[in-house]
């Protein structure tokens, strides 16, 4: 059986926490913590087929936090996944700070990643968007 796109949304939400600043702030400084560039309703991808940028150095996160609002998504066990909206940046600028290849629709390559992680990937980029 073929699992559909979109449809493994497994997070975490932590609706009893997440109005919590100095928590989110915590969790978003944890170097366990994953980060998800979108770019205008797209996201960040390498590689052909594209895989979606989606864990960045610690480096690279504190730059990406810097250009960008972090939007808490949820948790997948204990660690924080937070989706980065760099729409204010041209797109060689977000390409170039995440170290990715260049932007892709997501629709385009859904297919080609479990339904969880594609179903994340959607959240991130319609929570930015």
Request: glycine fraction near 10%.
């Amino acid at each position: 059986m073929k699992n559909l796109a979109y449809s493994g949304g497994y997070l975490d939400r932590a609706s009893y926490r997440r109005s919590d600043p100095g928590w989110v702030a915590a969790l978003l400084g944890s170097p366990r913590s994953r980060l998800i560039p979108v770019w205008r309703d797209h996201c960040l991808v390498l590689g052909d087929p594209p895989a979606p940028v989606t864990v960045l150095d610690a480096e690279q996160s504190q730059r990406v936090r810097e250009l960008g609002t972090p939007l808490f998504l949820g948790l997948d066990g204990d660690v924080g996944l937070f989706a980065v909206d760099l729409s204010a940046l041209d797109e060689a600028s977000a390409v170039a700070a995440t170290g990715a290849e260049r932007v892709g629709d997501l629709r385009a390559f859904a297919g080609t990643l479990g339904s969880a992680d594609a179903a994340i990937l959607a959240y991130a980029r319609e929570l930015a968007f």
